[in-house]
Every structure is written in structure tokens, then in C-alpha cells.
């Protein structure tokens, strides 16, 4: 994480085909999360063309500038997909929101529904409405990940740009990886799979292969099944996924 200054400066940062809007102290989006954003487009889209019967709802948790979730509409196929993302921060819900408008114009075009809301995953009422009153069929997130240790020793320009809480989580950095197991685990016991499908339900960005094995456990303790991890293009251990 030592690219932040230039793209703040810049005020912009490409990602996927989109030009995403930057700020302080949102946190930018890396290519490693593009990456695996293109990958996980090309794992659901042929699904998701075959089966459309309603629209596909997903939900970006921790979605700061919103670059996920644009990616996701803007590449899924035409009429397909419903998402919501969610943000603790004020200034990211914000920033999502001046990134939607940026690109209100090729959503149009696709009919893939974009929206932010300001919500922070640990109120009964997120849990409730998010979660158990109404089917999903994806949750994708990239949390904060970053230890106490591990930020210590991050690029001073990190620091100064980018919220710490956006970056680091207790738990050896996996306490919001383990709230939204247990969250997403609700809906699934509630509402199961609309379209029988070997997809995953989970999707979360991890900082690397210290933290597979108490994530494996943990959703293995909730029920979950296919547990895969995929490595970026540095041979390191990204995404956790899980159906």
C-alpha cells in the first residue's frame, strides 16, 4: 500500500474501465482489488446470462469509493444486477455517491442498478434489513484488513492520506471478515440459493495467507462449503470466497 499519494494528487484512478474519483481520506482503490473485481465478473457472468429470472441482488460492504460495485454494474450483463453498497464513513458514502453521478450515463445504458447507503454492519437494523428480510445472492467486501503490527510499518503517505480505520481491524485484521460470515450466514439459513448454483455467496479481499486458516475455520463453524482462495498476480493469498 505505498501508491496512495499520487492517485490523492491526481484526484483520479482508473479501475476496471472506469475512472473513479479520489479524495482523503477514502481509501484507493489497488489493483490488486481491480484484479480480482475483472476475475469474479468473468466467473458469474456466463450464470448470469443463462439465468435471469429477476435481477441479481448484491451487496458491496465497506464500498468507500464505490469502485466495486460500478465495476460489478458496469460488466455484469444488461438488466442482471441490483446492488447496494455500504459505508461506515460519511466522506466514502459521499464519494460513492460523486462517483455514481460520474458514471450515471453508462449505468443507464446497462440497467444494472447502483446505490450507497451510510450504515455500519454491527446495528440490529442493517442485520435485520439487509440481511434476514430480503433474499441476496452476493456479498462482496473489501474490508479492513490491515493489523496493528502491520500498520505500524506502512509508507508515512499511506498514514497521512488514507483512513486508518478503512485499513485496520482487530482480530489479527479479519473482525469484519468474521461479521460478515455470521451476517451472511443468517440469510443463507433464511432464504438459500434462488437458483441452484456452485457460485459464491461470499466474496472478501484478505491481506494475505496469515489469515486463510481462521477464516477457513470460521466458515466452517457457520456452514459454509467451497471455500476457495485466490491468489493476485504477486503469488499472494486476496480473496477468500465461499458458496
Sequence with gaps: MDEGKDHILLGTQPFYDLDIITRPPTLIPRWETEEWTSRLVDLLRP???QHQPKRRRILDVCTGTGCIA???AAHLPNDSTEIVGLDISTQAIQLANDNLKSHEQLLEETGNKVRFQLEDIYQPHVEQHFFRDAPLDLVVSNPPYVTHTEYASLDPDVKQWEDRQAL??????????RRLIQLVSHWKRSYGRQVASDLPTLVMEIGGAHQVPVLQQELDHHGFNNVK??????GKDRVVLAT
Design 229 to 234: 482462495v485466490w491468489k493476485d498476480l504477486a
Design 47 to 49: 450464470d448470469w446470462t
Design 168 to 177: 485496520v481491524a482487530d482480530l489479527q485484521g479479519t473482525q469484519l471478515h
Design 70 to 72: 460500478l465495476a460489478l
